[in-house]
């Protein structure tokens, strides 16, 4: 279910400021932890939730940016803003999974001795709790607002909680049968995790960049909906893209030749509520055609 967009907007905003305040809490405590155990699994979590505390501020800026009305300089509005800041994100991503696999291969071959470890697996317990609370309350905000920015933060904090429990396993094998190595293997595949997420922020917010469609079966949803009409004889150039929060479908239909004007104007009206009955924030376009004919509308 989606929600107006006041209500919607006030969700996004207030999911940004959530993941600030989060990042800045953990970063603060591994700060510490990391000091007192000189962990490099703990260490690579350190750099995560910064880049973390770094890609929320720019989703703060975009989402406040994405929901800005539509203007005369940009009449489809600014839900571009969102695709870009999951390209930012995707880029501190990168830059946090390079850092670690740089300290964690100098570890793997110059192992340390981890100490303080219950400190360390004490302030992993304090980071999962706060960062699944943080990605629950994300979930909620993405069953009522559509948005590609909170949708990527939400993947990656995902990946936080994964990443911490994986920290307190290293821990415990560093300490307990005392396999240093296991903190950079750790670190190692932490790393990993975070340059597959990275791909997959990078590919969705590119597709919305790139206007890419949407899936086939929303398209052949549209089409189910325009054809109810027992007007509309065919249909053709069905259209879609995806800006933000909000998406834009275009479509022809093909009505009886000789019906009036104002009778064509109302089936395409009555058609344009139904489908944005189904696709809520979405803009419909629609155009009339005589039935069988087809016109080359491709950019020339």
């Known amino acids: 279910m989606t929600l107006a967009d006041d209500d919607a907007g006030k969700l996004m905003r207030l999911a ?6 989060t990042a800045s809490i953990l970063i603060i405590a591994k700060v510490v932890a990391w000091a007192m155990t ?3 699994a703990l260490l690579s979590t350190l750099i995560d939730s910064t880049l ?3 890609a929320s501020l720019v989703n703060l800026w975009a989402i406040r940016h994405a929901l800005t009305p539509a203007d005369h300089e940009h009449r489809f509005g600014h839900g571009k803003a969102e695709p870009l800041a999951g390209l930012g994100q995707a880029a501190f991503i990168v830059g946090s999974g390079a850092l670690l696999l740089i300290e964690a291969f100098s570890r793997l071959f110059n192992p340390v001795a981890v100490e303080n470890g219950g400190i360390g697996i004490a302030v992993m317990v304090f980071s999962i709790v ?3 609370g943080l990605v629950r309350f994300q979930a909620y905000v993405l069953t009522r607002a559509n948005s590609v920015a909170i949708a990527a933060d939400s993947l990656h904090y995902t990946g936080d909680v994964l990443i911490n429990g994986s920290v307190i396993v290293s821990l415990l094998l560093a300490m307990g049968p005392g396999w240093t190595f296991a903190d950079p293997l750790f670190a190692l595949g932490i790393a990993g995790f975070l340059l597959w997420n990275a791909r997959s922020i990078a590919l969705d917010s590119l597709d919305m960049l790139m206007d890419r469609e949407m899936p086939e079966s929303d398209r052949e949803r549209i089409r189910a909906i325009a054809r109810a009409h027992p007007m509309v004889r065919n249909l053709h150039d069905v259209r879609t893209r995806l800006s933000g929060q909000h ?3 275009q479509l022809h239909l093909e009505l009886d030749a000789h019906l009036p004007l104002i009778e064509a104007h109302d089936i395409a009206d009555t058609v344009e509520k139904a489908i944005m009955e189904a696709f809520p924030n979405f803009e419909v376009i629609i155009h009339q055609d005589p039935v069988g004919l087809r016109e080359d509308h491709r950019f020339r």
Do not use: E, N
């Open 52 to 54: 973390d505390a770094a």
């Open 16 to 21: 940004t400021y959530a993941s600030v305040a």
């Open 38 to 40: 000189d962990s490099v």
């Open 130 to 132: 706060l960062t699944y």
């Open 247 to 249: 998406g834009f479908i």
